[in-house]
C-alpha cells in the first residue's frame, strides 16, 4: 500500500513514517509539508497513492484546502491537534481521525480500519475506491459518505441514481436509502460508466438497472418508474427523451 504523508512538522513526519512501515505491506511513498505541493502532486499522481495521512493546520494553510482544487478518491486518516474539525474530516474523504500526540497503537489502529473497510468491499487489501475500466476510461467504483458520524462505503452496484437537492448531492440507494456526497454532480457524471449511468436532467444522474418502466408525461416529457420505492418523481426532461430512448435499449 502507497502512503502520503501531509504533515509540516519533520519530527511527526519522521514518527509517522516509521510507525506505518512496520507493517511490511505499507510504504510512505511522498511525504509534503504544504497544501500547494499537495495539490500539484494529487493533480497528476493520484492514482499511485492507496491512502493518505493528513494534517490539518499547514505552513500555507489547512489540509481542507487540498479538497477545494483535487477531487481526491482516497480515503484519509486525519491528524492533528485540534479536536474541532472532526465533523469536516468526515466530509473530506476522513475515515478516521487522531488526535496529536499520538501513539503508536492509535495509527496501527487506523491501519487496521483501513484494511477491513477496504476487505468488506473488495475481498482483498487493495485502493479503498476501486477504478473499473472500460479501454482507456477510467470509472470510480465506490463512493464515500456520512452515514451516523461514520465513513460509509457505497459501491456503484448500489447506486440507483444521484440527484441533487437542496444544493448538496445524494446517493439513492438500490433499497431506497438516501446519503449526502460532498461532490459536484458534473464531477460524478464524468466519473461514472456511461453505458450504466444516464443524466436524465440536471437534478438527476440515473442507473438503468433501477428503471421498471417508462410512460408519457406531459411536454413531451417521460416519468420513470423504479423499481424500489422513492418519493421524488423521475423526469427525462424533453430535451434529453429521444437519447435516453436509445441509451435505454
Not at 81 to 107: R, S, T, W
Not at 224 to 234: G, Q, R, V
Request: hydrophobic letters at 35%; glycine letters at 2%.
Amino acid at each position: 500500500m502507497n502512503i502520503l504523508l501531509v504533515e509540516d512538522e519533520t519530527h511527526t513526519a519522521n514518527l509517522l513514517k516509521e510507525i506505518i512501515e512496520q507493517k511490511e505491506e505499507y510504504k510512505v511513498i511522498k511525504t509534503f509539508k504544504t497544501v500547494v505541493d499537495t495539490v500539484f502532486y494529487l493533480s497528476n499522481c493520484q492514482n499511485e497513492i492507496d491512502l493518505c495521512f493528513f494534517d490539518i493546520q499547514l505552513a500555507d494553510g489547512d489540509s481542507f484546502e487540498i479538497f477545494r482544487h483535487v477531487d481526491l478518491r482516497v480515503p484519509v486518516v486525519f491528524c492533528t491537534a485540534f479536536d474541532q474539525y472532526a465533523m469536516q474530516a468526515i466530509k473530506n474523504n476522513g475515515i478516521d481521525y487522531v488526535l496529536k500526540p499520538f501513539k503508536e497503537d492509535e495509527i496501527h489502529s487506523a491501519l487496521e480500519k483501513y484494511e477491513k473497510m477496504v476487505k468488506k468491499y473488495s475481498g482483498s487489501v487493495n485502493n479503498t475506491i476501486n477504478l473499473g475500466k472500460e479501454g482507456n476510461k477510467q470509472f470510480q467504483q465506490r463512493f464515500l459518505t456520512q452515514f451516523r458520524q461514520k465513513t460509509k462505503v457505497i459501491h456503484i452496484d448500489e447506486v440507483a441514481l444521484f440527484h441533487i437537492k437542496n444544493e448538496t448531492v445524494y446517493i439513492i440507494t438500490t433499497k431506497g436509502e438516501k446519503f449526502p456526497i460532498y461532490k459536484k454532480m458534473d464531477y460524478i457524471e464524468s466519473n461514472c460508466d456511461p453505458a450504466i449511468f444516464f443524466r436524465i436532467n440536471r437534478q438527476m444522474l440515473l442507473n438503468r438497472y433501477s428503471v421498471e418502466s417508462l410512460e408519457p408525461s406531459q411536454y413531451r416529457k417521460i416519468r420513470i418508474h423504479l423499481n424500489f420505492h422513492y418519493e421524488e418523481e423521475i423526469i427525462v426532461s424533453r430535451l434529453k427523451v429521444s437519447s435516453f430512448k436509445k441509451w435505454l435499449k
